[in-house]
């Protein structure tokens, strides 16, 4: 059952904040807010809510985290790394809300449904204002309100379990792209991975609320879509209307103005011979395939809990390239998986070989606790984990520039997103293959899919003109 934000309480609480914000700054200018992001597209997707809800509020971007007056981290939880660096900036943050008091720190996002993460900041970090956890983002505006007319903590965190509310504003990053989540949590627990305990288990939106975004969307100037979920292929499989991943592809390709379909995460053991046919019919289903490996090796797949073997994730590969001759193939790896040995890895490096990905992100395994690895006592040592990395590296960074390199010369279709972030003076976008092309193109291209000929090529983008 889809859950709806109550919209009359949403707006008063809105209304109450706003009444109130020309107070939180001594010299009474409406207060600025700052969004750190951690993670997955999911979490870019739902930092989107927060800064719809916050400006709806009257709060204005701030161009960094020590000049805002609000700041908001939006955490992962999928590797330790990007959890440190969340306590890192909470450290720094310190300081700096004793010289401004007024000063609002949130926390949120998959870190806060860990138990002990919570209770470490409410011990350690008194400083911190506001924790949502990852099904109550909506409470932004109440919890908002509560903390000015309290003066207290306010800590919101639902259970992992139930929907995320529909309807809740969000403030688009890009004019003519957006992600669309279609689906939460996830049933697989693989052994190394905490996803499924902080966020819960699998659920699909109903295909009318899809549709219904995408309609909206494409009113909105959207050309290009994302859908997102940790495992697409499984979509429907919590609805009472049988539908499936394929049929959903289907009626999104009907949505007028709509002209690119992309979508994120494909697991191999799910799937199907008709979701590529699908792919390879369907014009504006973009011809790229993100099919997280993991590692090469049976024995390690098998103690990872995937569910697929190194042949069949290579027969479903090949299946891909025979209907896409052009598709690109991108993967997840993880390196030093506990019990990993040398001719385990080579495996992995066998399968980057003879793949050849255009892009591979790769993963130093870390151990999270909860999950079944983080117990084995056959941990890999951080020297030989990076030595791995870095010959996996080696191999995949070769093939990256080459792949790319045989886009020289050809003439791509290229989404024109607007002037570039590190260089306003050219223009980047994707091809439908996900490839980043930075060129030089009229303004009046902005927002269409203009052709581009490639004419350079790096490991991480292309250069090109247009034609
Ligand atoms: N250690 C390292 N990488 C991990 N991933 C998930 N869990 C871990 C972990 N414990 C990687 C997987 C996944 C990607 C999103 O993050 O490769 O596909
Ligand atoms: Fe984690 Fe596996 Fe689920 Fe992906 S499919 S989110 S790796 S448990």
Redesign the pocket.
Known sequence: MTERIDFETQARYIQEVRERIGSIRPDRKPPTYYIRTFG?QMNENESEKYTGMLEMMGFTPASDMETADFVLFNTCC??ENAELKVFGHLGALKGLKREKPWMMIAVAGCMMQEPHVVEEIKNKYKHVDLVFGTRNIHELPKNLYERLTEEKCVISVYDTEGYIPEGVPLKREHKYKAWLSIMYGCNNF?S????PYVRGRERSRAPFDILEEARILAEDGVKEITLLGQNVNSYGKTLEEKTDFTELLYRLSEVKGIERIRFM?SHPKDISDSLIIAMSELDKVCKHLHL?L?AGSDRILKEMNRRYTKQRYMDIVSFAREKMPRIAITT???VGFPGETEEDFLETLDVVRKTEYDMA?T??????KG?K?AEREDQIPKEVKNNRFQRLLEVQDAISLKKNREYIGRIEAVLNEGPSKTDKTVCTGRTDTNKIVNFMAPEDTVGEIINVRITDAGAWSLEGETV
């Open positions: 997955c999928v590797r693989c190394y991975c905490i996803v995460t997280p993991q997840d790896i993880i992100y993963f130093i395994y870390s151990v999270r999950t690895a």
